[in-house]
Nanobody
Framework: QLRVVESGGGLVQPGGSLRLSCVASGFSLDDYAIGWFRQAPGKEREGVACINDAGRVIYYSDSMKGRVTVSRDMPKNTLQLQMNNLDPEDSAVYYC??????????????????WGQGTQVTVSS
């Protein structure tokens, strides 16, 4: 069974940092593209950062570029998202998603085959 499980969300003050983790099971990060997405109340789910199976192609959304870094811990089969200088507008449920192929093409939710349950990130003073 292909699964991804997110963790690391929480409450952080504006300007603060968080590190999210996504543990994959049932598949290797070498086999599929994978990414981070977020969904705020009343808004559509959007791609934040996506990485292909080989780790050589990485996409960052314009809204978070320069403030986030996506990385893979291959021995732990874990995808991580380091988020810095967080803003209240970044408050959302953050999801990890496994793409249906090795190449993500577009960092779009429609191309994701497996979702995690999400982890809440709240940026507030």
């Amino acid at each position: 069974q292909l699964r991804v499980v997110e963790s690391g969300g929480g409450l952080v003050q504006p300007g603060g940092s968080l590190r999210l983790s996504c543990v994959a099971s049932g598949f290797s990060l070498d086999d599929y593209a994978i990414g981070w997405f977020r969904q705020a109340p009343g808004k559509e789910r959007e791609g934040v950062a996506c990485i292909n199976d080989a780790g050589r192609v990485i996409y960052y959304s314009d809204s978070m570029k320069g403030r986030v870094t996506v990385s893979r811990d291959m021995p732990k089969n874990t995808l991580q998202l380091q988020m810095n200088n967080l803003d209240p507008e970044d408050s959302a449920v953050y999801y990890c998603g496994r793409f249906r192929s090795q190449i993500f093409g577009l960092c779009a939710p429609s191309r994701v085959g497996t979702w995690g349950q999400g982890t809440q990130v709240t940026v507030s003073s």
